[in-house]
Every structure is written in structure tokens, then in C-alpha cells.
């Protein structure tokens, strides 16, 4: 199982590329810039990274964020990240970023962007991976801070395919953005949020109701309400589930107590993910390792995340088509 969970083909469509830094990249490029760090070692860094909730990992997320300087930190960044997908066979990614992580300490949207927009286009031409470009929001800060980065945004609407909503969930509703995600679909952004991760299934409910998503992030607390599994179910609305993540941040206890898999054989559209690879220890590939480790699956229901990331992507119909062909022959060979 672990050759072919290995070479199956995969769809990542929750990565948040601050989180693909990996330690030896973030001493590489404190050095580089000249910025301080307050670790001195690999070790030191690897030893941060015991989260007890959210809140505990996105401080240390943010604080890993500063040593990004330069258009060319944040193309190495992404490339890293990409070739590291080639590595699980990631066909295909939606990228998230943290636009005003970087604006508030004084970097350019524009640096930022090209940055990562860069490496994209190189994984296409030379990986062959392709991908799409997601800018969240971070629900800590103001709706003014939201409506200026939207404003920012206008000049990449040709690199931009969505608008996203992420960081700390509790006390910060969607409601707060209401107003910002109708002018970004007036704009012709689809949208995402960050839902019922920490939060509960109540913030699901809501941020369907308000901000006419096309899937939500997360959104594993769904199980507290049995009317919400059945509407996510009958109106396929995808959920981009993080399993590695949810265990490192105590969303759930141990991977056994994961509703991952009892979600997929009800029925609901689950995708597998890796929100922040470099922090929670592990990639695509680990994601689906460790899920079948705690659940024993056979090769058709791995393959379903698969499908089911296909549907729940923003490529065209085509391209649609193309992966599911690709995967089922492999599935079918497989057998
Ligand atoms: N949740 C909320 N905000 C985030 C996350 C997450 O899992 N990762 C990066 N920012
Ligand atoms: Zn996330």
C-alpha cells in the first residue's frame, strides 16, 4: 500500500506556502537578509514546534514569516515546495498565501506575488505541475486591512483565482468579512474559508450562509451536527481536510479518533492535505500514509481523496476530465 499511496497521482488543495518553510531554509535565508531568529539550530527550531492549539502554532508561524525578504525568498520558497511535490507525485496544487503577513512588516504585495507566481510558472514548464494561486485573509486582523489587500490584489487578478479566509478562528466570525468576499465575487474571485477547524460546526453553518463558498477548509467539526453532514453531502460541498495538521494542533487526539475516513464512506466530498507541511511533519504523501495507517482503507477508497480533489479543484472541466482519466488508469492497473 505504501507503493501505491506513494506513485498515486495527487491533488493538493490546502498548502499555505508560509508554511512549506523548512528550518534549513529559514536559517539560510535569516543569514541571507540579515534578520535575527530567535533559534540558533535546526534542532532549536524542530524543538518550537510542539503546538498545544491554534493560537501556539500560528505565533511561531508568523514569527517564521520575517526572515521572507525578497522577491527571490519567496521564489525559493515555492520552488522548494514544488520540487518536494514532485516527490509525492502532486500532479496539481492550490497554493495558498498570506498577503498581509508580509505587508504589515513593510514587504510589498507586489514582491510578494511575483515571488511565488514565478515558481509556479517554472513547476509548470519543468515539473509539469500545475497549479493555482489562493490569497487568504487573516481573520485577526480589521475588515479595512481585508478591503486594502483586496485593492492590492487588483494588478494579479491574472494570477489570483480566489480569495480565502485563515488564522485564528474563534472570535473572529466570518461575518467580519462578509462585505469584503461579495466585492471579491463581484469581482469574479471564487472564494474559500478556514471553517470549523478549532471552531465549531456553528461556524461552518455560517460561513456557508455569508460567503458562497466553493468549499471550505477544514470543516471536520461538522460531525457535531448531522443536518450539516447531510447538506455538505447532497450539495457536494468539499471539505480540504488536513489530517497531520488537526493532530498536531489537537483537533483531534490521535490519529485513530480522525473522522476523515468515516466522512469519505459517508459520502461527503473530503479531499487529503497538508496546511503546513514544514511545521507539522509531513507532506502529501505522510498525510495519506498516516490516514491509512490509522484506517485501514482498501486502493479504491484511497483513490477517492483523489477523485473526489479533482472535483473540488478550480481547473476547467478539460483538465477535469484528463486527471480523472489519469487516475482511474491507474487505479485500474493497480488493482
Ligand atoms: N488554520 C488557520 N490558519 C492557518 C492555518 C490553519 O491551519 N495554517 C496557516 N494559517
Ligand atoms: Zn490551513
Not at 508554511?19 to 535565508?29: I, R
Not at 475588515?143 to 485563515?166: M, R
Not at 495507517?293 to 478550480?314: C, L, V
Request: with cysteine; proline share 3%.
Amino acid at each position: 500500500m505504501k507503493e501505491f499511496i506513494q506513485s498515486l497521482p495527487k491533488i493538493e488543495l490546502h498548502l499555505h506556502i508560509e508554511g512549506t518553510l523548512e528550518p534549513e531554509l529559514m536559517l539560510e535565508l535569516s543569514k541571507r537578509n540579515n534578520v535575527q531568529t530567535p533559534f540558533n539550530s535546526i534542532a532549536e527550531i524542530r524543538d518550537a514546534y510542539n503546538f498545544h492549539n491554534l493560537q501556539s502554532f500560528l505565533d511561531i508561524y508568523f514569527q517564521g514569516t520575517d526572515v521572507l525578504i525578497n522577491e527571490q525568498d519567496f521564489f525559493d520558497l515555492t520552488w522548494a515546495y514544488l520540487l518536494r511535490c514532485k516527490e509525492d507525485n502532486v500532479v496539481h496544487t492550490e497554493v495558498f498565501f498570506d498577503p498581509q503577513a508580509h505587508t504589515e512588516r513593510g514587504i510589498s504585495f507586489d514582491t510578494v506575488v511575483n515571488g511565488i507566481h514565478q515558481a509556479l510558472v517554472k513547476g509548470r514548464t519543468e515539473l509539469g505541475i500545475s497549479s493555482k494561486l489562493i490569497m487568504c485573509f487573516l481573520r485577526h486582523l480589521d475588515e479595512q486591512s481585508a478591503f486594502i489587500t483586496l485593492a492590492q490584489a487588483q494588478a494579479h487578478k491574472d494570477k489570483i483565482i480566489a480569495v480565502g479566509l485563515d488564522s485564528t478562528e474563534i472570535g473572529h466570525p466570518a461575518s467580519k468579512f462578509e462585505r469584503v468576499f461579495k466585492q471579491a465575487l463581484e469581482q469574479g474571485f471564487l472564494t474559500v474559508a478556514h471553517a470549523g477547524e478549532e471552531g465549531s460546526a456553528d461556524n461552518i453553518h455560517q460561513a456557508l450562509a455569508l460567503l458562497k463558498l466553493s468549499r471550505v477548509d477544514h470543516g471536520v467539526r461538522c460531525s457535531e451536527d448531522a443536518g450539516l453532514i447531510e447538506q455538505l453531502i447532497t450539495e457536494r460541498i468539499p471539505l480540504t481536510v488536513c489530517p497531520l495538521s488537526n493532530i498536531k494542533l489537537k483537533i483531534f487526539a490521535c490519529m485513530a479518533q480522525h473522522n476523515i475516513v468515516a466522512l469519505l464512506r459517508q459520502g461527503v466530498c473530503v479531499t487529503i492535505n497538508s496546511d503546513d507541511p514544514a511545521y507539522f511533519g509531513g507532506y502529501m504523501t505522510d498525510n495519506f500514509l498516516a490516514v491509512n495507517q490509522a484506517h485501514p482503507m482498501n486502493k479504491t477508497e484511497i483513490a477517492q481523496f483523489t477523485f473526489n480533489a479533482i472535483e473540488a479543484s478550480f481547473i476547467s472541466q478539460n483538465e477535469k476530465n484528463r486527471l480523472t482519466t489519469v487516475l482511474q488508469s491507474y487505479l485500474d492497473f493497480n488493482q
